[in-house]
């Protein structure tokens, strides 16, 4: 083992000499994990985004970066006096926990609860890898074979980055509490009876492989050989901002073309087909709740809603939140700012389990305690799903409903948000507590206005 270890040494020495400048060697010899004290932790973010280096998560109280390095940018990170203060090269190397969960370990996972609770769990195949393998959806409600109009969407996904083991962890146990507390608990049965509730535990299935096939710290998808940070690969803003590298050997390569990713598709087509009211998309490390827009100085439209319940979903798991230019640095191509701008959901990420435990930590000691905490997280947006909002479906009398909106105006007569009917006629839209004008428009034509006064319930309102 010793020699082997050696030899491994010299080929690396050999390797960034005569490499120094190869984009394959930064892609496949990074090899040092390790910490950073930031002095500015703004600035100091920006600077090393710059460098496009691999930022694995942070600790934004003591101003804490972790990064997966190769030696030449460790070397890079001296010379600009870089405050290096842990070697976590270990946590890299170290044998991955085979109690985590495997592509087919979630196929089978997901096909015995549709086996043993057909009544409310369904699985759905969302999509194909680049590699072949199936994406797996499960829907849970009460009369989950049929699409019932009167019923809104939630979605929760995981595993965009193959490293984070921890997420699938969380969506397995949404799904696990609900199935099994559903015939004995009120408030459960409530949520699987009023909502479609979709749940995607594992999107980036070839990455993941990859994982367990020894690439431990592996963060992209596989395809084309180098493989694309499926994170930065949605449409909207696609590589606008430079919250994401346009090279192949980066760990936030946005690919070649915006969407062009088949995870990314199958997500998409999801979205655009059950037209979620909300969405969690769950990652590893850094217990952050991250909200939408991620450049630098954008907010959402609604953001007195977004931000308001992001908030509070921080509170509830004791996570800091806000967006990702204000916990982290741009970010562009993101699954939450492409369903925000395309179809109106109110998404977040959450980025499980801090710094000390890093992407894979010891799954006895780590895994009940993580997902029982962000339970409150999941369960705070389903009662949110009847909190302050209305909801209500156009009739037949209006033939294509998606040609339709609702504009939005608060009591100052300023417009709150311009909502975009759904497909199958339905809306449903989460506001907050007050009084609101709302117009049924066709193009510029208004058709029909309403006057709500609303509290802290859903209310149903047909125009």
């Given at each position: ?62 101003s ?48 015995e ?21 199936n994406i ?28 984070e ?5 969380v ?46 710290m592996?963060?992209?998808n ?13 449409p ?23 969407g ?75 699954d ?34 993580t ?17 302050t ?23 100052n ?23 609101y ?9 208004s ?5 709500v006064?609303?509290?802290?319930s ?6």
């Open positions: 083992m010793l020699k082997n270890l050696l030899a491994v040494g010299l080929l690396l020495a050999l390797m960034q000499n005569s490499n120094a400048h190869s984009h394959k060697f930064q892609e496949t010899k990074r090899s040092v994990y390790t910490s950073v004290k930031l002095n500015d932790y703004a600035k100091d973010m920006k600077k090393i985004q710059s460098l496009d280096l691999d930022v694995t998560g942070v600790d934004i109280g003591n804490i970066v972790d990064l997966f390095l190769t030696k030449e940018q460790l070397n890079k990170l001296y010379e600009l006096n870089f405050n290096i203060i842990q070697d976590k090269s270990n946590q890299a190397i170290s044998a991955l926990d085979e109690q985590y969960k495997s592509p087919s370990e979630i196929e089978s996972i997901l096909k609860w549709e086996r043993e609770h057909s009544d409310i769990a369904k699985v759905f195949v969302i999509g194909t890898s680049s590699e072949g393998r797996y959806a499960l829907k849970i409600s009460d009369n989950v074979s049929t699409r019932e109009h009167s019923e809104s969407a939630i979605l929760f996904n995981s595993m965009h980055h193959a490293r083991v921890m997420s699938p962890e969506s397995l146990d949404i799904i696990e509490t609900l199935i099994t507390n559903y015939k004995t608990d009120l408030k459960i049965k409530s949520y699987v009876d009023s909502n479609e509730i979709w749940v995607v535990p594992m999107l980036n299935v070839d990455g993941n492989a990859k994982v367990w096939n020894g690439s431990k592996w963060r992209k596989t395809n084309y050989g180098h493989g694309v940070d499926i994170n930065r690969n949605y909207h803003l696609w590589g606008s901002c430079g919250g994401s590298s346009g090279m192949k050997w980066s760990s936030t390569y946005r690919g070649p073309s915006a062009s990713e088949p995870e990314v598709q199958a997500l998409m087509n999801l979205v655009k087909d059950i037209r979620p009211v909300f969405d969690i998309s769950y990652h590893a490390y850094s217990e952050i709740v991250i909200y939408p827009m991620g450049c630098k100085g954008s907010r959402t439209q609604t953001k007195e809603v977004v931000e308001r319940i992001g908030q509070e979903i921080g509170q509830s798991v004791n996570y800091r939140a806000g967006t990702a230019w204000e916990l982290l640095y741009s970010v562009d191509g993101s939450i700012d492409w369903m925000y701008n395309a179809y109106q959901v109110i998404p977040y990420v959450l980025e499980v389990n801090s710094r000390a435990q890093g992407f894979q930590p010891d799954y006895d000691t780590w895994r009940d305690k997902v029982k905490r962000n339970r409150a997280a999941w369960m705070t947006l389903l009662d949110k799903m009847t909190a909002g209305v909801k209500g479906r156009l009739d037949e009398t209006y033939p294509s409903p998606e040609n339709y909106q609702i504009e939005v105006k608060d009591s007569g300023k417009v709150f948000q311009n909502y975009k009917i759904n497909p199958d006629g339905t809306y449903h839209i989460v506001l907050n507590e007050g009084k004008s709302l117009s049924l428009k066709k193009g510029r034509n058709l029909n206005t309403k006057v006064e609303l509290s802290s859903l209310m149903p309102l047909n125009f």
